[in-house]
């Protein structure tokens, strides 16, 4: 593992501030996260790599340290955020990684730069319109653990009004939630996500980033349409989240899909197997 620090800094891209983490040299790797974590679940992926990659994960906004907008949460207009960023920065092209709602973010962009994407790694979701929308349904076997969620943040008003002064009770479900480790979220880590999502306007974004699902799904099925991704696509889950279903869902969006599925973590690989992630991306992108 390299010991080089992270560093951070930030960009004006898009009308706004971006924050984002760099560390390591060499091929650029850009890292997107989930909700409701930002940039900082990546610190351990990060550094296991920064021996031969650079590595880049940036705050999507509304999320860790870049601004909170008022809009914008589709992850078609969030894939332009990071097409104005990556502008600034002109890595060239580079290793792609979603996770949870960053896959969406990284299809849309991978749709619409495909030449600017060598590979693409996407962990841990079904984009809405291709498997996402099962979720959203209500069943006769959901339970304390099932995707509830999905329905409920689709109205952010209803969901901020319960939610509010809950926030530290909200994470500790989410982060216990389809876990192998309850205990994968380190307790530093926990307290700077609450720390950044009791922020003002911290909730109602990351709520936001739900209740965009429809224009979400309308804009998959538009990318979908122009044509299967070319590049080479994993998709990646842990045993005790998606599986082999994130590789599922892919295949009607990708040519050339494979599948890793990480033993011993849930819903948060890079939390719980850090090396493992790591290790598996190494070994997609060396190929």
């Known amino acids: 593992m390299n010991s080089a620090a992270i560093q951070h800094d930030k960009i004006r891209a898009n009308g706004m501030e971006m924050h984002y983490r760099f560390t390591g040299q060499g091929e650029p790797i850009v890292l997107l996260h989930g909700w409701p ?100 349904t209500p069943s006769r076997d959901w339970d304390v653990s099932s995707s509830w969620q999905l329905s409920f943040f689709t109205q952010p008003d209803v969901a ?4 509010r002064g809950k926030e530290r009770e909200l994470l500790s479900w989410f982060f216990w939630k389809m876990s ?6 380190s307790g530093d880590d926990f307290e700077e996500y609450v720390r950044q999502i009791i922020k003002p306007g911290a909730l109602r974004a990351g709520l936001n980033y739900y209740a965009a699902v429809w224009q979400d799904m309308d804009d998959h ?43 011993r973590a849930g819903h948060w690989p890079a939390d719980e197997s850090p090396k493992e992630f790591a290790r598996v991306l190494r070994d997609f992108f060396i190929k």
């Open 180 to 185: 192998a480790n309850p205990e994968g979220v």
């Open 37 to 136: 974590q930002h940039s900082l679940m990546w610190n351990r992926v990060m550094a296991e790599l920064a021996d031969q990659y650079l590595l880049i994960a940036p705050d999507m906004r509304g999320a860790g340290g870049s601004s909170i907008t008022a809009g914008g949460y589709d992850k078609r207009t969030m894939a332009r955020d990071l097409r104005a960023f990556l502008e600034k920065l002109n890595p060239g092209p580079i290793f792609l990684v979603g996770y949870d709602h960053g896959v969406g973010v990284a299809y849309q962009y991978a749709g619409a730069h495909p030449s600017d994407v060598r590979r693409l790694a996407l962990a841990e979701y079904a984009l809405p319109g291709f498997g996402y929308e099962a979720k959203l």
């Open 221 to 263: 099925a538009e990318t979908a349409r122009l044509g299967k991704l070319m590049m080479p696509v994993m998709g990646i889950g842990g045993r005790w989240g998606f599986a082999e279903k994130t590789a599922e869902h892919l295949k009607a969006l990708a040519e050339n899909v494979s599948e890793t599925v990480i033993e």
């Open 160 to 163: 901020e009004l319960f939610i």
